[in-house]
């Protein structure tokens, strides 16, 4: 399988981002709810149980981000036995928000003249 690189059209790689699925990443949620860990160290040797060396930086961005790095599958389910928890619990889909179109506006539209409101010279202090 190869990977096909996205065109330089905006409008191409707009649609290409509504067709990839949203998801929100509830590690820091899952870890106050599960284990009522509510800082990021005590992650760490759990991981480490694991097999996973990852320094103190890394582990917080991984539980304080809105959408985390690309991770080996391992990882994700090394979190999951240690939060005693589904991959479901971890990532949940969201649904997009459907498009909202501006509503129109009713009644007349106002007129706007051509011409300049003010004349070049209102604003001159020595006029």
Known sequence: MTAVPAGNNPQEKAGQEALHPRYEWRLQELMAVRKNWYSTTKLGPELRKFGFELDRSSIYRL???DRPPKMPVELILA???ILQCTFEDLVAEVEPEPDVEAPTPKGPRPVVPDMPLLSADF?????
Do not use: I, Q, S, Y
């Not at 604003?123 to 006029?127: K, L, Q, S, V, W």
């Open 123 to 127: 604003f001159d202090a020595e006029g």
């Open 63 to 65: 539980v304080k981000t």
């Open 79 to 81: 979190l999951c036995k």
